[in-house]
């Protein structure tokens, strides 16, 4: 008598666990996708920031704060809610509240895209000098 090995389950089995790979994976691609900002300038009433953002990342807003490099509080916050996330570079411009700063101070600005819970998707932190 002839034994014969069935190779028809592991063959199943791979694709079963192929796909829930494949599920597993394009589920967790908004939180791959390239989340990204880079501050150019910064005055005492606006921030210049280059972002790029995913529409699926759930970026809300683009928020930043101006302060002393040493201060326990920021000079300054300001939010802007007009941005497009859909993969492709963008510019915005975050006006900025009140400063209490003297201009042509060497300043710390950081900069991020949040979500609806101000989670941070992305920032940065630069130092300038306020014009």
């Known amino acids: ?9 592991p ?13 597993m994976f394009s589920a967790t691609a908004p939180a791959l996708a390239d989340n990204a900002l880079d501050i150019n300038n910064a005055s005492q009433s606006e921030i210049t920031i280059d972002y790029r953002c995913d529409a699926g990342a759930g970026v809300t807003a683009l928020k930043a704060m101006v302060g002393g490099a040493q201060a326990d509080h920021p000079s300054a ?9 859909d993969g492709t570079p963008q510019s915005a411009v975050v ?3 009140p ?5 042509g101070g060497e300043m710390q600005v ?3 895209l949040v979500d609806s819970t101000d989670t ?4 940065q932190a630069k130092a300038f ?3």
């Open 120 to 123: 941070v998707i992305s920032g």
């Open 77 to 85: 916050t300001g939010t802007q809610t007009s941005i497009v996330c």
């Open 129 to 131: 000098t306020l014009s």
């Open 99 to 103: 400063m209490s700063e003297p201009a």
């Open 1 to 9: 008598m002839v034994t014969t090995r069935n190779y028809r389950r």
């Open 11 to 23: 063959v199943r089995v791979g694709i079963v666990c192929g796909a829930l790979g494949l599920a």
């Open 110 to 112: 950081r900069a991020a």
């Open 95 to 97: 006006p900025l509240g």
